[in-house]
């Protein structure tokens, strides 16, 4: 598919619970259609990172809005994540981080801050295809294409935990409804389905199968523009 035919950028927001596909299947699909990739969960991640580092209670609004504004954020192409001139890849990624990121993620301040620096990433970039839980619903709601991307939760769980060497099933199925429940119920842009996103259980279904569904349903967006 060649999206650079679209004479307006071209971005996919893709949304939907920890566990659902998102990331595996947002990176393949910006290869597929080569757009840039942005794992805007990692954004949070960082931000929460830096507030551990610094010291400051996550849970603490006014402070973790000052650590999001000064943050000085490198995410490279292959996944190495540095925050404030720290190599964090590993670390935001690991429990203490996990931990803290949903509290860290429902302070209004840190939002705005992180939503538009998603909004300059893609302006600069032209385009791409970022993951999220409220891209579709906030960032880019006139995105070219919005997915909502579901599966069950044995299934989510199951796949945490096999990409998380020691963490049994039971502590990630607890962790995932934990943050299920925070990241749904928080007041500021809750996770939600955006209205008229395309809505696919990925439950039953193989990461190609996903990726069709998707590449091929751009491609009619791309045609009735
Ligand atoms: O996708 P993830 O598990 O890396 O996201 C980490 C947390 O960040 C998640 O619990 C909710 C929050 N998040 C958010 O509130 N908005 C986003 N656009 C992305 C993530």
Redesign the pocket.
């Given at each position: 598919m060649n999206t650079s035919e679209s004479n307006e950028m071209v971005v996919v927001a893709i949304d939907g619970p920890?566990g659902s596909g998102?990331?595996t299947v947002a990176k393949l699909l910006a290869e597929r259609i080569d757009l840039p990739y942005l794992?805007?969960?990692?954004?949070?991640?960082s931000v929460t990172f830096a507030c551990i580092a610094a010291g400051i209670d996550p849970e603490d609004r006014a402070a973790a809005a000052e650590v999001a504004k000064n943050m000085e954020l490198r995410m490279e192409t292959d996944g190495t994540v540095t925050v404030n001139g720290v190599d964090a890849t590993t670390q935001i990624r690991g429990p203490e981080v996990t931990r803290a990121?949903?509290s860290v993620?429902s302070h209004p301040e840190v939002?705005t801050e992180l939503v538009s620096r998603q909004r300059e990433w893609a302006r600069r970039k032209g385009g791409g295809v970022l993951?999220?839980?409220?891209?579709g619903t906030v960032?880019f709601p006139d995105a070219t294409l919005v997915v909502y991307l579901t599966a069950s939760a044995e299934v989510r769980a199951a796949r945490r935990a096999g990409e998380v060497a020691d963490l049994d099933y039971d502590t990630v199925a607890a962790d995932i409804a934990r943050?299920d429940a925070?990241?749904q119920n928080r007041e500021t842009?809750p996770?939600r389905r955006a209205d008229g996103a395309l809505e696919v259980d990925t439950t039953y279904l193989t990461i190609d199968e996903v990726l069709d569904v998707l590449e091929n349903r751009l491609e009619v967006s791309l045609n009735n523009e």
């Open positions: 920890a998102k990331s794992d805007t969960g990692a954004m949070y991640r990121v949903s993620a939002r993951e999220g839980r409220d891209i960032v943050r925070l990241d842009d996770l």
